[in-house]
């Protein structure tokens, strides 16, 4: 007969396939969740446009975020990581992104979410190149699965612009 080791060994190799095959099968499983997520930003006041000693241009904003992301959440997902970000171009870079705000949502009831607030980082330009610049606002999530492979996208949404002249 086997000794006590070998049955040992032979149940616990066991486990752990059935194991990974679950996680492998929860993680396939969670491709057939189509989100559709929406979300609206508005610009409220531009506090303040100014030029910094250093020459860059700086802007705070305040903004009033709505979105639902509920559709996001399913059973394999562990959180959701959320960043809004002003994107725009200027003659050195194709891309400039800026992140203005971000959260974490840890559950699907705290997903559908209104909220009132100035920029949580600096919006600066390294350089002076925001007079007039017409941006766009993106939101960007990070669905971080307990387990799988995580997944991000975006929201794009576009028609803001700063004003000609420093205030």
């Known amino acids: 007969m086997h000794s006590f080791g070998y049955r040992l060994n032979a149940l616990l190799t066991f486990v752990v396939t059935i194991l ?3 996680c492998a099968m929860a993680s396939l499983s969670d491709n057939l969740n189509a989100p559709s997520p929406s979300a609206e930003i508005q610009i409220m006041n531009i506090n303040w446009f100014q030029k910094q000693p250093q020459g860059n241009d700086e ?4 903004m009033n975020i709505s979105a639902d992301l509920q559709s996001l959440f399913s059973w394999n997902t562990k959180q959701v990581f959320i960043f809004v970000a002003a994107e ?20 699907k009831e ?12 600096r919006f600066v330009d390294q350089g002076h190149n925001l007079r007039g610049k017409q941006f766009n606002l993106t939101l960007h999530w990070r669905v971080m699965p307990k387990t799988g492979k995580m997944f991000a996208n975006k929201i794009v949404m576009t028609g803001y612009g700063l004003p000609e002249e420093y205030r």
């Open 20 to 22: 990974a095959l679950m």
């Open 110 to 121: 705290h997903a559908k979410f209104w909220i009132h607030t100035s920029n949580k980082y």
């Open 59 to 62: 802007v705070s904003l305040t």
């Open 88 to 107: 725009y171009e200027t003659s050195k870079n194709s891309l400039n992104q800026v992140s203005l705000w971000d959260a974490i949502i840890p559950a």
